[in-house]
């Protein structure tokens, strides 16, 4: 049996499986929308997948920028859309 | 010993081929488990032959003389002296490995074509929904079009109808036929038509309806325009449709990562269909010794071609004979890597499908607009130019997404095709990966 | 065009601005490049520009008026380059003496200073590293985008009636009598009686051409590019040494931190000097050695990614100070180089003087400084 973590995204609860990734986790908990762009304000979410493309990226346990299709969810990581 | 960069396929095989003679080798590679991105599972391999990937899992495993490096992102590369030093990052930490010799498998990742909706979320490559399927065992959508042009469209929308999706239409801008054109390429490689036999069962089983000559021209709002195109990639008016989907997997083919060979100085080549690939000698060797290079950064060719690339590089980078049936085969593959590029070509008129307000940069949200004033408004005759005025390619992504289009774009409105050295130039980066100014200088410190 | 008046070589900034300020004096100003416009070194510049790195004498004298006429030039061109009155920040890390000593003689040449304790320097940089107690701010410092720059102004001169021709590679330079009276290019062969020659560091192979000579070199530089990040540092922020290396006449690698936000969001970390001539090479060992000094002045900065590395060369003189003024030998040639690493702040003040002598009318300053004759000796 796979364990079961427990993050959180802009300060609500998501629980997903051990080892799968940030973006994963949020699409399953049919969270499409990862940020919000920095100059229009538009939504964005996962789009390359194997992190060239750094749409995905979100703010975690307060580091900017980073690659939520690439970083595992850890329990009680803090993941932000923005800082 | 010898340093293999990249566990995909290619990465795999000349791991594998290098170690038969008891060769050191140290595996590197981005992701926490073996097969790169196109065997990039959490469980078992499904797909078409996926014992190939059992087979070399559990060889390079088995192999006392290799070891695995991963999850380790190389931001940069350089020589001292007769040694090649590897600089990558670990769990946050910075280390480097020295070898006399490096083989450079780092694999392609999906092309993109700008269209109006293609920033939206739902819009995605079909590498992404494969991942999060297959890397991630999560459905990206319930009613799913998967569309571009390529083979790999096959395995996606197949992969994602099995897991449960509702493959709402499989879409190919170019046409079948096309495969006419390469009638040698198809008698020598006669095993492909099993592949085809499989998907085609496939999709027959899932009802996947294939449509041709039409492309997703627009996404909004959970609603896609799907347009018929012509062979040049233009619109036909008056033969449009809407079609519902809360997911768009579009996906032109694939890019190489050319950034680690090109900080160590390893020349390239425009390919016949403008994709920037290493130059490599009929050993695998490229421009500067010690170096080889095999799978995608070479010519896209897929798979099979990469696992014969692969095996080929790792017996020359340690000094095995090379059997000629080997070269054979390659050359074979070859043959049918170039009629897939014959077959599915990405062509111009895609850009009659953008308006002056999409967005072409996607990390610094630069509009089509923007590229075209600074050209006619400012004087930028290149891409190099419109990107220093519009700051498109200079975000997150460093241009791996939008360069190539730029470079369409502007050649579109001066009328001059896009030079070599200007698609060479656009390819290359002088930081493999981000790495972060703290550990940056604490590589100093440690010195 | 025809007959232009004057044929100004070379579309980075220093042209666009003396294109400009030709064509604002009347002349018929065709400008010429061998690339598209910004492809030299502005396109590979910060947008420095500064009055707080000058020791007092011509080129402080240059810089402070040039700085003005930035502000004139955006009113004049139009708010469409990111000039911006940021404000520079020095910060001495150990002995402040020199640095404190400098600030006082810059104030007595016209100079803007404001001798900071730890509290007023904490509170322009709130993310300045906490040992770091004295510094000097400087609020006529700016900065700009170059590059749009460049582009906007030449934009201008055409709107004016001028001519930019780009990919034009002046093959030979006709002189008779000691005098220009035309150029050879790979676009077409013009006839002119004034050419400027702003072409940076390849000024001293135009000079060449003209059977001239200039003694101009490059001087390679690294500047580091991180992602973007919330406002971190909100002045140009650097290091006392700054001054000492850009003074330097050292051919070996120096480095010293400058670093600064862009509007983009993105932080800007140089300045690495090194006289290697033209080889482009990348070093790690540089951008190391750049990361370390910019994390010690904003630890914050230890989190942020390196995004990409770009490297330019500066144009230099062996005094460090720029060329401006007419040939020694060839009437009509007049240069506008060898303005290192202060070419964008410079660039309309140079564009002033050179067009002041040009039309033989009084400038704002006395330019003998920066005369090219005073190279004249070391060839003959």
Known sequence: MTQTITFTFNGNPIHCEEGQSIAAALINSDQRELRKTRFGDEPRSIFCGIGICFDCVVVVNGVANQRSCLIEAHDGMKVESAQ | MIIVIGAGPAGLAAAEAASRNGSEVALIDSSSRLGGQYWRHRSKVTGYRSNRADEIFAKVSAAQSITHISEANIWSAEREGNLIRVNYLQGGIESSLTAEKVIIATGAYDRTLPFPGWDTPGSMTPGAAQSLLKGQGVLVGKRIIVAGTGPFLLPVATGLAEAGAEIVALIDANSPLRWSLSPLALLTNITKFSELVYYVRLMRKFRIRPHFGRAVTTF?????????????????????????????????????????????????????????????????LSSQPQIWIAGEATGIGGADLSLIEGEIAGLAASGQKIRHALLTERVRKQRFANALKRSYPVRDGWREWITSNTTICRCEEVKSQEIKDSVSELGAEDSRTSKLFTRAGMGLCQGRMCSRNVSEIVSGITQCAVTDGERIAASNRPIAAPISLGQLSDGKNSR | MKNPDAIVIGAGIVGASSALSLTNAGLKVLVIDRGAVSSGTT??????????????????????????????????????????????????????????????????HGVTIEKCNETRLHELEPYLHPDISSGVFYPQ???CQPMLAAAHVIRTVVQRGGEFISQAKVTRIIVEDCAVVGIETTRGTFRVPIIVNATGTWAGELAELAGSYLPIAPRKGFILVTEPTKKYIFHKVYDSDYVANVASSDADLQTSTVVEGTRSGTILIGASRERVGFDGAMSYEILRTLAAQATSLFPVLRDVQLLRAYRGFRPYAPDHLPVIGQDAKVKGLWHSAGHEGAGIGLAPGSAALITDAILGRDSFMDGAAFSPARFATVNS
């Open chain 2, 220 to 284: 909004a709002n959970g609603v896609a325009t799907i347009s018929a195109v012509n062979s040049g990639f233009h619109i036909k008016s008056g033969k449009s449709q809407a079609m519902r989907a809360d997911v768009v997997a579009v996906g032109w083919g694939f890019v190489p990562d050319l950034s680690l060979g090109g900080i160590l100085g390893c020349a390239q080549r425009v390919d016949s269909d403008g994709t920037v690939i290493f130059e490599v000698d009929e050993n695998q």
């Open chain 3, 43 to 108: 396109g590979a510049g910060e947008g420095n520009i500064l009055v707080s790195d000058k020791d007092p004498g011509p080129e402080l004298t240059l810089a402070l008026h040039s700085r003005n006429l930035w502000f004139e030039m955006q009113e004049d061109v139009g708010d469409s380059f990111e000039l911006e009155a940021k404000g520079g920040v020095v910060v001495a890390r150990r002995d402040d003496g020199p640095l404190m000593k400098l600030a006082t003689e810059q104030s007595h």
């Open chain 3, 141 to 143: 410092d700016a900065q």
